[in-house]
Nanobody, 124 residues
């Protein structure tokens, strides 16, 4: 019953910006915590950013603080990731995730639903 669809990825130069979107079909979108993870080539999936249910408290991985911003629009059932000052090491498949508890965790195994990912490639 859950479906998450990411969009907005692409090929950009270092220093550029991208805005990722995740359209979510969930029983009650506003009751789910939402998050973004990424998986670089040959590496494990890692936490990027999370936002709680409701008005949304946020949390960020250290490597994106000051550059990325997560936001949600509950009226549109959509979560966003604004990515500024992109670096080559940001290259990865970016995944949207949802968690029924309403609070985020940095452990991928504890999230309930996943999108299929959108590729972000940053060239130097």
């Amino acid at each position: 019953q859950a479906q998450l669809v990411e969009s907005g990825g692409g090929l950009v130069q270092a220093g550029d910006s991208l805005r990722l979107s995740c359209a979510a079909s969930l029983p009650t979108f506003s009751g789910y915590a939402m998050g973004w993870f990424r998986q670089p080539p040959g590496r494990e999936r890692e936490f990027v950013a999370g936002i709680t249910a409701g008005s949304g408290n946020t949390d960020y991985a250290d490597f994106v603080k000051g550059r990325f911003t997560i936001a949600r629009d509950n009226a549109k059932n959509t979560v966003y990731l604004q990515m500024n000052s992109l670096k080559p090491e940001d290259t990865a498949v970016y995944y949207c995730a949802a968690r029924k508890s309403g609070w985020f965790t940095r452990s991928p195994s504890r999230w309930d639903s996943w999108g299929q990912g959108t590729q972000v490639t940053v060239s130097s």
